[in-house]
Structures are given as structure tokens and as C-alpha cells.
């Protein structure tokens, strides 16, 4: 399109192919689609509707990426992404892009994603006639013998036109003159090139000059010319031309030869005698400019020598006219033909192009899915230019080529899992088969992003909690904590407890946790007198989508605290004090049990163990209090100056840290043996009914400590039958007690011992302060690193 009416040569063919490559998600669907243009259209001409030709849905272009990710030589093209349309972005000069006659194309590869497709687009570029012939020197003169005879032919500069096709040189026209023709010479590759032919003798004393203009049309429309002045001499005679020992001299030589070597020699004679036979060498002045640029030829040896970079990329063959001529007046010249082709070197490295999908993987994605397009070029020809590409060892990739040549898709081979290796750095190395062979090597980075394919994890399940009981309400009592081998959200974790219906389940409703946290804690004061275990469950809850859990079993042991007084059991009065009056002959010896004073604790260990003391007597000298059983005993025999009538007030307390008591009073009256006979009658009565109601307490008392270490007994078989058996008499002392321990508990966790003693800690006990509370460890030397259980103690 342009100035003139230039038609616009529109040429369109399209041929699908489909081809599967077995991609997992992904379907590579490759097109090629070929247009023609005319060179210098104006930019923003469009080119075609790629996206309508490929019949692709032109809504979806933007949101799939449609591009043009290579093979655009500085951008000559582009397309808009909201119609599809390819249109030119820059001006197109068809004689700077391609040199020579031949086809003029430029091959893009555009790519739409979601899924993958990749369509192969060739643009030719049509010549128009925009150049005109042009000859290198605007004068050219030639110097020609008057004997010369009719027929013989000089060649004259040939026009050059850098358009094509019909646009270029197609012929030559002579201004009119008596003595010349002019004759056309077909050289094949290198066009036709005009020849000047003597028609008749030329005369030197009649015309010793003459000037003639040679005009080159070309076959445009317009046609388009230039011209050149031709100023030929007339010499004296010069019979003999020089002869070429071959009219086409042909060699072969490897691209990257040094400068200064030899390629080719050419050898001319003449049979003239003196200065006639004397040769001089040089090229014609019509060649390319490529063959000055890389040759130079000794004038006077013939030898033709590397003047510049040879590289068989760039040129394969040159071609060159080599002029002898004589140093007669006027000289004789004749020419010969120097062919020379290159042979190429393995000189250039494959190059990688990688055009990514993305840098991101999921860890989900299944083998087969495409990652990136790879492909590969190398400037070389032949099996230099072959080329093999490779992956680093030990990578879940693999490169699956393409239906076309040096293309790969960039794909997975197996599954992948982000927590064993969160991204990989691949090599791409593409190698060469010449000899020696190239390489090149690229570095891909390939990040996988997470799923959520882990559960929260606890470092043990189940759990054990020590809560000493009378707990503050709505205090942290434990606290859980899961781990995650997920990222971001997939990792948050929130906890919850597990509630329901049963009695395990109603427990758990009197516990509240911290969803963020996981710190629980109670809503109630728990009671060791009336609850000594239970269980919950609490769950541990990602924020992946979908979200995982898992949960974990805590068994809560609740243990005492010295939290109950001790209750006199005996004496107790008709109006419920603790007071009782005992009657004894006077007559009694030492050592007569005169009453038994009974108490009991509802609390376990120390904290339920009971010692009785005497704090309040008459005398002394006549009773005696025991200590562990609460007998009371007379010292001596009674004798006249003695008191009828003693009170003896009994101490009875427990063995806890803050030791809590009861008192009870007991009354003795010392009467003649007689009247103690006649009382000893009623009272039995009474205290036989008495006696029936402590022994129904002490029943019930014995029968509940009785369960409780039937219960701990077999709670310490099952755990000592799960772990390894060990002699406790190496980590607990031996120590003589001041009192009988009425009642003892034991809890065992793992390789830890857990032992109810009271708050003396009388055997070797430590305790451990804690942030809320105190941790009661009977110590274990065999400890591992089993697990960690707690012991509260609320302050």
C-alpha cells in the first residue's frame, strides 16, 4: 500500500493441526497460519485477524494471555488483545530484512493460555517497486584496440536493484551508435549482465572517442531505470589477450579462516612479447560488496587471500570475476570465474529461549502439566547444528519435545510435595553435535506453592493434666498446641473442644479454650471428693480449604488439697458437740484404757492423716493420750488426794501444709467400784448403740479408701505393664515417719511417678513452681523424652 495506487496483496492460508501430548490439564493445540503483505505499508495497517482465522473466542483474549511471544524482529508486528487483530507496529523495509530474490518471511509463534496453545504465524513480505537501478561509478571507460575485431564482446557494469522479482533489472538499452551492440549474458544466480559488442572496425583516425549511455529499466509498474555514461578510447594495436588456464576456478574453505590466507590463485598468459605480456589482476567492479569486504587479490601474483570475517552464517558461497589484463596500448583483458564456498564450523552455541507459563507450580499438579515452553536454535547447519537438550539430574521435570523441531514442553513427571522441597532451580543444558561439541546452559526457577495436604499435628496423644482441685474459676488450667507443615492459612491453626452428649462429654461443657491460643481453662472449682478423672478431646482445625483436623485425648486426674477439717466421730454429745463423759472405779491399775477417741478426714495422703494430742488436762500425772490411735490411758493408780472428776481436752488435726483440726472434750469421773459396776451396765447399753453408729462410719470410711487403692492399684499395673519395669526403691528414701499415712495415691505418666505424700514432702519430693501453680515430681533418673505432664496446684 503507498503512494500511486499500490494494490495490496493480501495472500491468506491456514492449516490446523492438532497434536496431544498426553499434558495433564493442559492441551497444546499448534496452528500455522501464513499471510502476505507488501513492504512500506504504513504502521497500524492490519495484517489479519489471527483470532478470528484460528477461531478463537476473541471475549476471552485478554483474560488468556494472547501475545506474541517470539520470532518479531524488533517488534515489526503486534496484536491487539481486546479484537485479535494483527496489525504492523513499524515500518517494513523488505531489502533491509531480506537479501536477495528469494522468499521474504518472518515467522511469529503466538501463544493463548488455559489452556495452552501455540500457533505458528508466517508473514511474507511482497516487494514493491521502490528502488531504482543504480550503477556503482556514473562513468565507466573503456579503452579499446582499433584492431579489434567485429564480435568481440566487453562486459560492461552491470545495474544493480535492490527490489525483486519483476521489480528488478530486466533490461538494458544502448544509445544508438553505428559501431556497438549491445548482448545480454545470462549468469544464472547473479542475473544477466549487458555486454558491449564491436558491430564493425573501429577507426582512430576517423573517431578515437566514443560516448555511449546504458540505461537499466525494471520490470515495476511504473518502471523504474538508471543509467550510466560509457567513454570508450580507441588504442593502437594490442593483438594478443591474455588466456586463463580455466575459465571458473572453484575452491572450498571453512568459515573463521585467519586473515591473510590463501583461498584461491589464478593464472592468465599472454603470448605477446615485453610490457604486452605483463598481467595485471583485479576484480571486476561489478560485484557484491561482501566479496570486496572479505577477499583482496594480489593484482600481480593472482592470489586471492581472506581480507575479512568468513562466516558461513552470513554468506555460503561467494562468487567473484577476476580481470586480466595486458599492459599494452590498448590493453587486452580477458576474465575468468572464482567460486568460493564455505564450509561451515561448529562456531556457534545453541541458543534457549524459555517462554513461561508461570513461575509457580501447585504441589497438586499432576504429572504431565506444563510448565513452560522451551526451544532451541542454533546458527550452525547440518550436525552442527543438531541439538540435544538435557535436565539436571534428580528433578521432578522432564522435557517432552513438540511435533516441532527443538521444541519442548517443560512438564512434570511426578508428584511433587512443597513440604520436602519448596522450589527447584533446573538446568537446562542444550548441546550441540558438532565436533567439539557447544553447550549452552540455562537456569529455570520453579516455585511450588502449598495446598493444605497436612493435618495439625500434636507432639503426643493423649495428654495428661495434674489439677489440684479447688481451682480458681475461669482460670488457665493447661494448654494444647498443634503444629502445621502447611504455609500461610493452610497453617493457622483454631482449636475447639469436642462436646456432646455422655458424662465425658457433659465435662468437657465446664471447660472453655482459647481458639487462637489453645489456652483452656475451667468455668467451675473441681472438687477431689467427688471427681477424680475424666477425659475430653479437643480438635485442632486448619483454615485451608478444605480444612483438616485432627484431635487429641487429655485424661485430667484431680488431686487433693488439704481442704477438709478433720470430724470427731466419737465422743459426740446428744446437741452434736464433742463432748463425752466417761466413768472409772478408783480402784483401776496403770494402763487402763479408759475411752478411744475417733475422728476421720475426708482428704487422701497427709492432708487425711490425723494425730492427737492433748491440749487441755487436770493432770498430767494420771492420763495418757496416744498419739496415732486417740486411746487414753491412766498413768498410775488413783489414790485418795486425786480429783474425782477430770476434763481432758483432745486436739486432733491433719498433717497438711496449713494443718486443719477439731477438738473433742472428754469428762472423767472417778467413782467407788460399786457404782461403776452399776454404771458400767447403763453406759455399755449406750455405748454399744454408739459404738454400732462409729462402726456403720467406719465401714463406709474403709470401704471408700479400700476402692480408691483397689482403683490405683490397677490403674499403676496397666501403666507399669506399658513401660519398662523399674525398682522404685532406688529413687525413694527410706525415712521413719512420725505418724501411720492413713491414706496414699500414686499416679504414674510415662517414666514419671506421681505421689500423693501430703504437703511435708517428707520422701525426697521436689516442687517445681510453675506459672499456674506448683508441679509435685517424684524424681526419675530414667527419664526420656516421653512426653510432659503437668501438675497444677492453683494459688
Known amino acids: 500500500m503507498g503512494d500511486g495506487g499500490q494494490r495490496r496483496r493480501w495472500e491468506y492460508w491456514c492449516v490446523a493441526l492438532r497434536f496431544s501430548l498426553l499434558l495433564c490439564f493442559v492441551e497444546q493445540v499448534s496452528a500455522q497460519i501464513r499471510y502476505s503483505i507488501p513492504e512500506e505499508v504504513e504502521e497500524g495497517a492490519v495484517v489479519g485477524n489471527v483470532a478470528k482465522d484460528l477461531g478463537l473466542d476473541v471475549s476471552t483474549l485478554l483474560e488468556r494471555r494472547f501475545r506474541i511471544v517470539s520470532g518479531s524482529k524488533d517488534a515489526l508486528f503486534q496484536v491487539h488483545q481486546n479484537n485479535g487483530v494483527l496489525y504492523v507496529h513499524k515500518n517494513i523495509d523488505r531489502e533491509e530484512l531480506c537479501d536477495g530474490n528469494s522468499a521474504c518471511m518472518i515467522n511469529l509463534k503466538i501463544v493463548v493460555e488455559n489452556p495452552l496453545e501455540i500457533h505458528y504465524v508466517g508473514i511474507e513480505i511482497s516487494d514493491v517497486n521502490d528502488h531504482s537501478p543504480s550503477f556503482s561509478e556514473k562513468d565507466q571507460n573503456l579503452e579499446i584496440a582499433e584492431s579489434t575485431m ?63 549511455v546504458l540505461t537499466a529499466i525494471d520490470g515495476g509498474s511504473p518502471p523504474r531505470s538508471g543509467h550510466v555514461n560509457i567513454s570508450i578510447t580507441v588504442l593502437d594495436n594490442n593483438d594478443n589477450r591474455p588466456i586463463f588456464s580455466q575459465d571458473v576456478y572453484s575452491v572450498t574453505i571453512q568459515e573463521n579462516g585467519a586473515v591473510g590466507t590463501i583461498v584461491a590463485k589464478v593464472n592468465a598468459t599472454d603470448l605477446d612479447d615485453g610490457v604486452y605480456s605483463e598481467i595485471i589482476y583485479s576484480f571486476v567492479k561489478n560485484l557484491k560488496r561482501k566479496v570486496y569486504d572479505t577477499f583482496s587479490l594480489d593484482s600481480n601474483t593472482g592470489e586471492i587471500s581472506v581480507k575479512g570475517n568468513v562466516d558461513f552464517e552470513d554468506t555460503e558461497v561467494y562468487r567473484a570475476d577476476v580481470m586480466a589484463s ?25 541458543e534457549i529461549e524459555v517462554t513461561s507459563l508461570s513461575n509457580k507450580v501447585s504441589e497438586d499438579s499432576k504429572p504431565q502439566t506444563v510448565i513452560s515452553l522451551i526451544s532451541v536454535t542454533d546458527k550452525d547447519s547440518g550436525i552442527n547444528g543438531k ?43 542444550a548441546t550441540d553435535c558438532g565436533q567439539p561439541p557447544l553447550s549452552t546452559f540455562k537456569t529455570l526457577t520453579v516455585q511450588i506453592s502449598d495446598v493444605n495436604d497436612n493435618s495439625p499435628e500434636f507432639s503426643q496423644n493423649p495428654l495428661e493434666l495434674y489439677l489440684v482441685e479447688n481451682n480458681g474459676r475461669g482460670a488457665s488450667i493447661f494448654s494444647v498446641s498443634a503444629a502445621d507443615k502447611d504455609l500461610n492459612e493452610n497453617a493457622a491453626i483454631s482449636y475447639h473442644i469436642v462436646r456432646g452428649e455422655g458424662t465425658q462429654n457433659a465435662m468437657a461443657s465446664l471447660l472453655n479454650i482459647n481458639s487462637d491460643n489453645g489456652l483452656i481453662s475451667a468455668l467451675k472449682s473441681f472438687d477431689f471428693e467427688t471427681l477424680k478423672t475424666f477425659q475430653f478431646q479437643v480438635v485442632a482445625t486448619d483454615s485451608g ?121 472428754v469428762i472423767i469421773n472417778v467413782v467407788e467400784p460399786k457404782e461403776a459396776f452399776a454404771a458400767s451396765d447403763v453406759k455399755s447399753a449406750v455405748k454399744d448403740e454408739e459404738e454400732n453408729s462409729v462402726t456403720f462410719y467406719l465401714i463406709i470410711t474403709l470401704g471408700s479408701v479400700s476402692a480408691l487403692f483397689l482403683i490405683s492399684f490397677i490403674v499403676l499395673i496397666v501403666m507399669q505393664c506399658s513401660n519398662t519395669p523399674y525398682d522404685p526403691s532406688k529413687y525413694l528414701q527410706d525415712v521413719n515417719y512420725d505418724g501411720t499415712l492413713c491414706h496414699s495415691i500414686q499416679y504414674r505418666s510415662g517414666d514419671k511417678r506421681y505421689m500423693l505424700v501430703g504437703p511435708r514432702m517428707s520422701i525426697g519430693s521436689t516442687l517445681v513452681p510453675g506459672s499456674n501453680g506448683d508441679t509435685l515430681v517424684v524424681p526419675d533418673h530414667r527419664r526420656r523424652a516421653s512426653g510432659e505432664v503437668r501438675t497444677v496446684f492453683e494459688h
Open 326 to 350: 595486458d599492459k599494452g596500448q590498448p590493453p587486452m583483458r580477458t576474465e575468468c570465474r572464482v567460486i568460493i564456498k564455505i564450509l561451515d564450523v561448529n562456531d556457534n552455541k545453541p
Open 150 to 212: 567485429p564480435g568481440t564482446g566487453f562486459q560492461l557494469q552491470a545495474a544493480r536493484d535492490p527490489d525483486s522479482g519483476m521489480n528488478s533489472v530486466r533490461l538494458y538499452k544502448l544509445s544508438h551508435t553505428e559501431y556497438f551492440d549491445l548482448e545480454l549474458r545470462d549468469t544464472g544466480e547473479e542475473g544477466k549482465i549487458p555486454v558491449l559488442k564491436l558491430h564493425k572496425p573501429l577507426d582512430r583516425e576517423r573517431e578515437s572517442k566514443h560516448i555511449l
Open 545 to 665: 480449604t478444605p480444612s483438616l483436623s485432627s484431635n487429641v485425648t487429655i485424661n485430667v486426674f484431680i488431686l487433693d488439697q488439704n481442704d477438709n477439717a478433720p470430724v470427731i466421730l466419737y465422743p459426740v454429745s446428744a446437741n452434736g458437740s464433742a463432748e463425752g463423759v466417761e466413768e472409772i472405779p478408783s480402784n483401776v491399775n496403770a494402763g487402763h484404757l479408759v475411752t478411744k477417741v475417733r475422728a476421720y478426714d475426708a482428704d487422701i495422703g497427709y492432708n487425711g492423716w490425723l494425730l492427737f494430742s492433748l491440749q487441755e488436762v487436770t493432770d498430767h500425772s494420771l492420763f495418757a493420750l496416744d498419739r496415732y490411735t486417740g486411746q487414753i490411758r491412766t498413768l498410775r493408780s488413783f489414790t485418795e488426794t486425786d480429783e474425782t472428776t477430770h476434763k481432758l481436752v483432745i486436739l486432733v488435726k491433719d498433717n497438711g501444709n496449713v494443718s486443719l483440726s477439731a477438738t473433742a472434750t
Open 387 to 429: 541439538v540435544i537438550c538435557i535436565l539436571s539430574e534428580d528433578v521432578p521435570f522432564e522435557l517432552k519435545p513438540s511435533f516441532q523441531d527443538n521444541m519442548y514442553s517443560f512438564v512434570t513427571k511426578q508428584r511433587l510435595d512443597r513440604e520436602l522441597v519448596s522450589h527447584y532451580d533446573i538446568t537446562i543444558t
